[in-house]
């Protein structure tokens, strides 16, 4: 019998080693497959055939142990491992790589299967689908405003790839920048004349002169006074004022003189006799007040040079800044808010758009600065402009924030410099493309420039990987050791992250596969001598009856 013990011995060796070699030949043929994790055999002895059993020590003999012989070795396990696979770089975004333990849940003919291999597309209606066997992704699709449901109750994953988004309306404005403090006040304080009126003029003629002016909102006029001659050394003096319009053209006047004021000059010498002044000019409509200062003019034989300064020729100070704003129907408009000096620590605010696009209304107000040069304050509190835009978009409220302290705007020695930070208006688009990030969020980035989240693709981590049943295609089911699944978002629920454009590995090692193959090969190789061996002995003892 101990020979066939042997014999049989043997042959579990070689059984089992072929086993072995058959993982090792599998490992190998997978060396390349997406996600793959490389499995081993473990070996152990089987039960034990008792030639002498031992005996306990006495107080006259010691004791002695059994005496056993093994009837062979089997399969102990087939483990696989779940250690991670290196990455390779795609370019395409649907192909993920996960980087954790947790895998990617999918869904076949209504049966639930998970996977480590991230060769997923789009299909024609938009599933985001296995690229191998059509098995769907599961995650969780948002809402039309962007938003990821909360919860982990799977669902397939479907991008609508001819999505479009409507035009929405500019409604907030967020500004920042600064407004140089050295600059001068911006509106026209008084306007000087200087020169000679020729004395040989006839009765009836117009002397004209003209300069440019300011309000305080930084608009800019054209003050034309006029000269008539009445008689000898006597003159009447009118004035008007023209708007500049958005053409280059000065319109109609705005502001004329109530009456002509009666002018004359000291015969001879031809200096001003009287008026003494003229009374300050001052529109409150046109927001213009200043000083019209005459009493340099002369009236003498001399060259007709007469001229005018304003504010000494000084440079008004004007800020502006200028962003494009979206009515309902996702027209652009060009909005400017200039900004003017009133004083030392305030400034004047006007938002306006071009005369085609429509209409502004509660359009001014100010904004006032510490000695700090931060906002203390602006009036209106919450600025809101009323935008009626033509072309049949609807009327809008449009908020224009400048910070308060010193997040938003200042006033400082620097350069004056004011931009628009951000508006959360966009013009209608279409999808364009897609990007996912590493907590799975498919992002849908649209023709204007804006992104949205599209949907969510969710791991499920399972308490022992090793539990799970290999079905082929790369994929897995719930075996009966491997617990109940987590299902969570990428990142901290399942310890798990998504890489886009890239595909994990085989983390098959071949030299250890190769190292593994020798060592198999030399087992079978030796457990066949055994049986080779035991057979010669057999042989011999049938040899004895001859």
Same mark, same amino acid.
């Given at each position: 019998?101990?020979?066939?013990?042997?014999?049989?011995?043997?042959?579990?060796?070689?059984?089992?080693?072929?086993?072995?070699?058959?993982?090792?030949?599998?490992?190998?043929?997978?060396?390349?497959?997406?996600?793959?994790?490389?499995?081993?055999?473990?070996?152990?002895?089987?039960?034990?055939?008792?030639?002498?059993?031992?005996?306990?020590?006495?107080?006259?003999?010691?004791?002695?142990?059994?005496?056993?012989?093994?009837?062979?070795?089997?399969?102990?396990?087939?483990?696989?491992?779940?250690?991670?696979?290196?990455?390779?770089?795609?370019?395409?975004?649907?192909?993920?790589?996960?980087?954790?333990?947790?895998?990617? $849940?999918?869904?076949?003919?209504?049966?639930?299967?998970?996977?480590?291999?991230?060769?997923?597309?789009?299909?024609?209606?938009?599933?985001?689908?296995?690229?191998?066997?059509?098995?769907?992704?599961?995650?969780?699709?948002?809402?039309?405003?962007?938003?990821?449901?909360?919860?982990?109750?799977?669902?397939?994953?479907?991008?609508?790839?001819?999505?479009?988004?409507?035009?929405?309306?500019?409604?907030?404005?967020?500004?920042?920048?600064?407004?140089?403090?050295?600059?001068?006040?911006?509106?026209?304080?008084?306007?000087?004349? /200087?020169?000679?009126?020729?004395?040989?003029?006839?009765?009836?003629?117009?002397?004209?002169?003209?300069?440019?002016?300011?309000?305080?909102?930084?608009?800019?006029?054209?003050?034309?006074?006029?000269?008539?001659?009445?008689?000898?050394?006597?003159?009447?003096?009118?004035?008007?004022? =023209?708007?500049?319009?958005?053409?280059?053209?000065?319109?109609? $006047?705005?502001?004329?003189?109530?009456?002509?004021?009666?002018?004359?000059?000291?015969?001879?010498?031809?200096?001003?006799?009287?008026?003494?002044?003229?009374?300050?000019?001052?529109?409150?409509?046109?927001?213009?007040?200043?000083?019209?200062?005459?009493?340099?003019?002369?009236?003498?034989?001399?060259?007709?040079?007469?001229?005018?300064?304003?504010?000494?020729?000084?440079?008004?100070?004007?800020?502006?800044?200028?962003? /494009?704003?979206?009515?309902?129907?996702?027209?652009?408009?060009?909005?400017?808010?200039?900004?003017?000096?009133?004083?030392?620590?305030?400034?004047?605010?006007?938002?306006?758009?071009?005369?085609?696009?429509?209409?502004?209304?509660?359009?001014?107000?100010?904004?006032?600065?510490?000695?700090?040069?931060?906002?203390?304050?602006?009036?209106?509190?919450?600025?809101?402009?009323?935008?009626?835009?033509?072309?049949?978009?609807?009327?809008?409220?449009?908020?224009?924030?400048?910070?308060?302290?010193?997040?938003?705007?200042?006033?400082?020695?620097?350069?004056?410099?004011?931009?628009?930070? /951000?508006?959360?208006?966009?013009?209608?688009?279409?999808?364009?493309?897609?990007?996912?990030?590493?907590?799975?969020?498919?992002?849908?980035?649209?023709?204007?420039?804006?992104?949205?989240?599209?949907? =969510?693709?969710?791991?499920?981590?399972?308490?022992?990987?090793?539990?799970?049943?290999?079905?082929?295609?790369?994929?897995?089911?719930?075996?009966?050791?491997?617990?109940?699944?987590?299902?969570?978002?990428?990142?901290?629920?399942?310890?798990?992250?998504?890489?886009?454009?890239?595909?994990? =590995?085989?983390?098959?090692?071949?030299?250890? =596969?190769?190292?593994?193959?020798?060592? $198999?090969?030399?087992?079978?190789?030796?457990?066949?001598?055994?049986?080779?061996?035991?057979?010669?002995?057999?042989?011999?003892?049938?040899?004895?009856?001859?």
């Amino acid at each position: 019998m101990s020979l066939l013990n042997s014999l049989f011995s043997g042959v579990s060796g070689i059984r089992n080693h072929q086993a072995m070699m058959d993982n090792i030949g599998n490992n190998i043929a997978n060396v390349n497959t997406l996600g793959y994790k490389s499995t081993r055999v473990t070996f152990s002895d089987t039960f034990n055939q008792f030639v002498r059993f031992g005996s306990d020590p006495t107080d006259s003999n010691g004791g002695t142990s059994a005496f056993q012989i093994g009837l062979g070795m089997k399969v102990n396990s087939i483990d696989r491992n779940w250690n991670q696979g290196t990455f390779e770089r795609t370019g395409l975004v649907t192909d993920l790589a996960l980087q954790g333990d947790a895998l990617f $849940a999918l869904e076949n003919n209504g049966e639930r299967f998970y996977s480590r291999a991230g060769s997923f597309t789009f299909d024609s209606d938009g599933n985001l689908v296995n690229n191998q066997n059509g098995a769907t992704v599961l995650g969780k699709n948002a809402t039309a405003d962007g938003v990821i449901p909360p919860g982990n109750n799977l669902e397939k994953i479907i991008v609508n790839k001819n999505e479009r988004i409507p035009a929405v309306a500019t409604t907030d404005i967020t500004w920042a920048g600064n407004l140089d403090s050295t600059k001068t006040v911006t509106a026209s304080d008084l306007y000087e004349q /200087s020169g000679n009126i020729r004395a040989d003029r006839a009765v009836g003629e117009v002397v004209q002169e003209f300069n440019t002016i300011y309000n305080s909102y930084g608009d800019e006029y054209k003050l034309t006074t006029s000269y008539e001659k009445t008689g000898a050394d006597a003159w009447n003096m009118t004035y008007e004022i =023209q708007k500049l319009q958005s053409d280059g053209s000065y319109g109609a $006047a705005v502001v004329t003189s109530a009456a002509a004021t009666p002018i004359t000059f000291v015969p001879g010498t031809g200096d001003l006799s009287s008026p003494a002044s003229i009374p300050d000019i001052s529109d409150s409509t046109e927001s213009l007040s200043f000083t019209l200062d005459i009493s340099k003019i002369t009236q003498n034989s001399a060259a007709e040079t007469i001229s005018s300064n304003v504010d000494a020729n000084r440079e008004p100070t004007l800020v502006d800044g200028t962003l /494009s704003v979206f009515d309902s129907l996702g027209n652009t408009h060009t909005l400017t808010v200039r900004f003017t000096k009133l004083d030392e620590s305030e400034w004047a605010f006007r938002a306006t758009v071009p005369d085609e696009s429509g209409t502004l209304l509660n359009n001014v107000g100010t904004v006032s600065f510490g000695i700090d040069g931060s906002i203390t304050s602006v009036a209106p509190a919450t600025p809101i402009l009323s935008f009626n835009p033509t072309g049949g978009a609807s009327t809008q409220n449009i908020e224009l924030d400048f910070g308060s302290g010193f997040d938003g705007i200042t006033q400082t020695s620097s350069d004056s410099v004011v931009s628009a930070l /951000s508006q959360n208006g966009s013009d209608a688009a279409t999808l364009a493309d897609l990007s996912l990030d590493q907590y799975g969020n498919i992002i849908g980035v649209f023709s204007n420039g804006n992104s949205r989240k599209m949907a =969510q693709i969710l791991l499920a981590k399972f308490p022992n990987n090793s539990g799970l049943t290999s079905v082929g295609d790369n994929m897995y089911t719930v075996g009966a050791n491997a617990g109940t699944p987590i299902i969570g978002d990428p990142g901290e629920v399942t310890g798990t992250t998504i890489q886009s454009g890239a595909l994990e =590995q085989s983390n098959v090692d071949l030299s250890e =596969q190769f190292t593994k193959m020798i060592v $198999a090969q030399r087992g079978f190789q030796a457990n066949a001598r055994v049986v080779t061996v035991s057979d010669q002995l057999l042989q011999e003892i049938t040899n004895l009856v001859r």
